[in-house]
């Protein structure tokens, strides 16, 4: 994978047992129980897609870190050749580091915030066993079950752009303006669009920036009942984005937003 492809990403929640069961309901993934304890009592469990691929990982909030802040939220994962260098590089213009870097058997990974404060994690990984090859597929612009389109809300959108070009390659090659909202502003990397950086609404919560996180789903009419009916709460949709699909943005009963994409079903 190149530096700046989305290789994972991770819903932290207060019961994973709960997000198991509504992500189950909405998108059709499994999230079962981990295998066995792990060190310092951690609970991170697997998301598994229907293809038996992962889509992520899902960690149990600690008491500490809702202490420290930690609220309910999806966080993606971008890749780096090398977590100190990039960690030096991006401090240098602007960025914090939020969790130190950490070694784990899949890789190497740390936890930042942009200089706006939008947080995200960079992760060196580390292939597995037998598969030197092996590319992350968690990322599918068109695949169901998998994360499709990965979207900033930025305070600077200016800033966020020269800051993410910089660092991971994003390129901006199209725009598309949204009148009093500003210009939609597309990524393309590594010949992918993978999503959009936009400014960030003055009404919208809190002073940092977010990265919304949309899923596939084979019909985003039934996922919409589905949050409904599992305690989810629809910001915004059902509404058409170009090239046909549909998108409705949400909450999950802890709080935790993220879009889902897809036909529009009935």
């Known amino acids: 994978m190149s530096a ?3 290789i994972w990403y991770e819903l932290m929640t207060h019961d994973p047992s709960a997000a198991a069961r509504f992500y189950g309901a909405v998108v059709g993934w499994k999230i079962p129980d981990p295998p066995a304890p792990m060190p310092g009592g951690v609970d991170y469990r697997m998301i598994m897609r229907g ?3 992962s889509a992520g990982g899902v960690l149990r909030l600690s008491q500490d870190m809702v202490r420290n802040g930690a609220q309910p939220c999806w966080l993606g994962y971008l890749h780096v050749a090398n977590v100190d260098a990039s960690l030096r590089a991006l401090v240098a213009d602007g960025a914090q580091v939020l969790m130190p870097r950490m070694e784990l058997p899949v890789g190497t990974i740390a936890m930042v915030a942009d200089p706006m404060g939008t947080p995200f994690y960079v992760m060196a990984p580390v292939p597995p066993p037998g598969k030197p ?3 992350s597929d968690v990322f599918d612009v068109k695949a169901s079950q998998h994360i499709r389109w990965n979207e900033l809300a930025s305070p600077d959108l200016s800033r966020a752009k020269t800051f993410y070009a910089k660092h991971f390659h994003f390129q901006f090659n199209d725009v598309m303006p949204m009148g009093p909202m500003g210009d939609y502003c597309f990524i393309d990397h590594d010949g992918v669009r993978l999503g959009a950086i936009m400014q960030k609404p003055a009404a919208g919560p809190g002073p940092t920036g977010t990265w919304l996180f949309y899923f596939g789903v ?3 009419a039934e996922a919409q009942r589905a949050i409904t009916a599992n305690g989810g709460k629809v ?4 509404h058409e984005v170009p090239g046909g699909d549909w998108i409705v943005v949400a909450t999950d009963p802890a709080g935790a937003a993220f879009g889902v994409v897809g036909h529009k079903g009935e």
């Open 4 to 6: 700046g492809s989305f």
């Open 51 to 53: 293809d038996g691929g």
């Open 133 to 135: 090859e092996a590319k």
């Open 218 to 220: 084979s019909s985003v």
């Open 235 to 238: 910001l915004q949709g059902p």
